[in-house]
Structure formats: C-alpha cells, structure tokens
C-alpha cells in the first residue's frame, strides 16, 4: 500500500524516556490528575469517557472520542464507547472493521499514535476504508488514535476527532497519549470483563443452538426409521420414498450442521494450519469442486448460475482446500437466502497483487444496519425474511476467520430487496508471517 504524504498520515513516535508532565501547561496537569482521581475511585471506563468528552473540549478540539478493543488475536477492532457533540452518530457501539492492510494496524504493530489531519484526502487515497467513509458522513474531518496499553500489550486504541481538518498538533498527540496511559488501570479491568462476558455468552449460545437444533431432527429421523424398521410402510411405494427423502434431507442438514461444528472447532481450538502451495489452479482446484458440491441446491431452486474468471489462470497462492469451505459457503448462502429462479453471479480476478472473489446473487439482502452482524459468531441477520431459514451463524464466522489467515479480508454489500453481494481479498503471493496463527 502507496505511503500517504505526512500533511495526510502521520504516526508520531512518543519520547524515548516517556512523556514529561513538565510540557503541560498547569489546567493540562490538573485535567490529568482529574483522570487519576477518577481512576482511583473506581469509576467505570463509560463514565471516565464521559468526563474526558467534555472537559478536555477546553484545551483541544473534540467533537467524537471513543474507545475500541481489539478482537480475534489482533484481527479485528470493534468500537465499545462513544460521546459526541453531535447526532446522529453513524460508527456505533458494535461496529467491527478488520485491521488488515488499514493504517490502524501499524498503531497496534508500532505502539505509535497515528494522526490524520485531513480524512477526505485519507479516503481518496484509501477508498477501500469502510469506517472513514462512515466517519465523514457524521461529519469528522481528522482524527488522533492512541494504542491503549494493559501489561506492555496493546487491547484497544482511544480515538479523539474533530470536525474541521488540521485540528490536531504534536502537543495534543501527547496529551492525547498521557490520557491514554492513565486510563490503562480501568481499561484492563473493561476489557477482562468483556473478554470473560463474550466467551460465557458464545458458551451458552453454542449450548442452547446444539440442543434445541439437533434434539428436532434426531428425533423426526428416528421416528421414521421406526416406520420403516416395523413395517408399517410394507413395499417402498411413493409414501415411503417421500419418508425416505425427508430422512436424507435432515441427515444432510445435520451433516452440514456437524460440519460447520467441526469446523469452527478446529479454528477455535489452535489446531487450524493453513497447507498453502503457491501453484493453485483457482478454477479447477478451488472454484468448479466447490459449484459441483452445492449444485444439487441451486437446481433445487431453480437458479441461474453465471460466471466470470480469468480468461488466463496464472496459478495461485492459497491453501485450496480451505479456500474450497470458504467458496461453498458462500454459494451455499446464496442458494439459501437467493430468489427461487433467480440468478447467481461468481467472479474472480487476480490483479494489482490480489486475488478477489464475489458471489452474487438476487435475493433479500440485508438491511445497513445489519451489515455488523455479518462474519461474527453465531451471529444472524435479525431480519423477518432472513430469520425464516435455517442457519447456524456459524459458515461467515468460518470463513472470515479462513480468509484472515491468509492475510486477506471480507466483505459485503447489499440492495435491500434487490442483492447481496459477498467478497474476499487476499494479497498475492502471501504474506505469510500474516498467515500465521497466533
């Protein structure tokens, strides 16, 4: 990615010996030792942003301040706390960006705060930024970022902007960056306990899914098979294979709902090692295994099925056969969610150092404000339409973790009612220290 001149992008280093409280002026000091107060009578994370937001406006622009964690072993960022002087606020609580190949990464790898004096000229130059676009839309213009530090290892960053560009200076990155190291102590004990409540509330979703799932099924096979087993059905006629053929539909069902358990298992457990080869047939190795397996439900629901690849398939870098899970359940979504009859659409490119996917199909879609539940999970789109067919939450979350490995990222777009339109991008030839679990 392209350098961005300094008057857009810059990281400021912090002093080597730490930052002097003798640069300060004297109301600076004493809105630090405010901080410490705070901290020090066990106010919580909200309510010392709270104070921040308003009493810091007086020695430095600031219309939006916000914390954000770090998520996924250092792949993804999802914002916790915002106060701004203004509404609507667009970038909410929730909404998650991954920090592949984003100026934030270097934040996090570096320790470095990051300034951008000017996020209209940002996006220009990186309009693949889904947060700075929303960011502009609220009405900002530049922004400080500070890495927020518990025991020597980065959990999250504080976000200070401002609605005109150029706000910010060196001297308030430094302030910036002492508000930063005082609000470690209630940062820690935040963050452990959003660690803590997000693996009880994955455990208790993953045990209420697997009962409530797999007890209906279970049940309704063995019932038919006690049909069978005892005769009552005598000869195989046009009732009994109906019979038959709903004991084969829920076995498939629970054999790609195992699947996805398994599957899920292995990331989350460690056990997941990417096998890539640098000589890939794209077409052959990953994309046309893929369309034969999920076939059978797009003739199913009548779709139309279109393609655009290369017409030249110079080899690639990836791991085919995890690229393969990720490529079925992808057009196992769109056969899914897709419009009986309609049509699906599968492109590939391979250009400026990246390898790019979509599939495409005619459908329901999903609303905006939805698009954050994508790629977590056991998450599901709460839509009326969507929430009618079955799903685990679990295949996105899959293959989100899959592509990240490789470096790459995920995304998707939709026209409410018209399309939805899921994609991945992964560098090419691999960064593989990226790759890498941790």
Not at 129 to 152: H, N, Q, Y
Not at 255 to 263: A, F, N, P, R, V
Request: charged share 25%; net charge negative.
């Amino acid at each position: 990615m392209p350098e961005l001149s300094p008057e857009i992008l810059r990281y400021v280093p912090p002093p080597p010996g730490g930052i002097a409280t003798a640069q300060f002026s004297p109301h600076e000091r004493e809105l630090l030792d405010q901080i410490n107060e705070r901290i020090g009578a066990h106010q919580s994370l909200s309510d010392v942003i709270d104070f921040l937001a308003g009493a810091t406006r007086e020695i430095s622009p600031c219309d939006r301040y916000s914390v954000a964690f770090v998520e996924e072993d250092g792949r993804r960022l999802v914002a916790h706390y915002t106060r701004a002087s203004y509404e609507p606020l667009r970038l909410r609580p929730g909404y998650a960006e991954d920090l592949a190949g984003s100026s934030l990464e270097a934040v996090l790898n570096r320790g470095t705060p990051r300034l951008i004096n000017d996020l209209e000229r940002y996006l220009a130059a990186r309009p693949q930024s889904r947060s700075t676009k929303v960011l502009i839309a609220e009405g900002v213009r530049s922004s400080m970022t500070c890495p927020l530090r518990v025991d020597d290892r980065i959990v999250g960053v504080l976000f200070r902007s401002a609605r005109q560009p150029n706000a910010f200076d060196d001297h308030q990155v430094m302030l910036h960056l002492a508000t930063a190291d005082r609000l470690s102590q209630v940062v820690e004990k935040t963050w452990r306990i959003e660690q803590l409540d997000a693996a009880n509330r994955a455990y208790f979703e993953m045990l209420g899914f697997v009962t409530h799932e797999l007890k209906s099924p279970v049940a309704s096979m063995l019932t038919e098979a006690g049909l069978l087993r005892d005769g009552y059905l005598g000869e195989l006629n046009d009732e009994q294979r109906k019979h038959v053929d709903k004991i084969t539909s829920r076995g498939d069902y629970l054999l790609k709902l195992i699947g996805d358990y398994l599957e899920l298992s292995r990331l989350e457990s460690g056990q997941f090692e990417l096998n890539t080869r640098p000589d890939v047939d794209l077409v052959a190795d990953v994309l046309e295994p893929a369309l034969d397996i999920v076939a059978a439900q797009f003739n199913a629901q009548n779709m139309r099925i279109s393609r655009a690849m290369p017409e030249k398939r110079p080899p690639v870098e990836v791991d085919p056969q995890q690229l393969k899970i990720v490529m079925i359940n992808l057009l196992s979504n769109a056969a899914k969610y897709g419009r009986p009859d309609g049509e699906v659409r599968i492109s590939a490119t391979l250009a400026d150092g990246h390898l790019r996917i979509s599939v495409w199909n005619e459908g329901p879609g999903f609303p905006p404000e939805q698009r954050n539940r994508l790629f977590r999970k056991f998450s599901r789109l709460q839509t009326p339409e969507l929430l009618k067919r079955k799903g685990t939450g679990v295949g996105l979350y899959t293959s989100w973790r899959i592509v990240s490995r490789h470096g790459g990222r995920m995304d998707a777009r939709s026209e409410p009612g018209q399309w939805a339109e899921f994609s991945l991008e992964i560098p090419q030839p691999l960064q593989h220290s990226a790759s890498a679990d941790s």
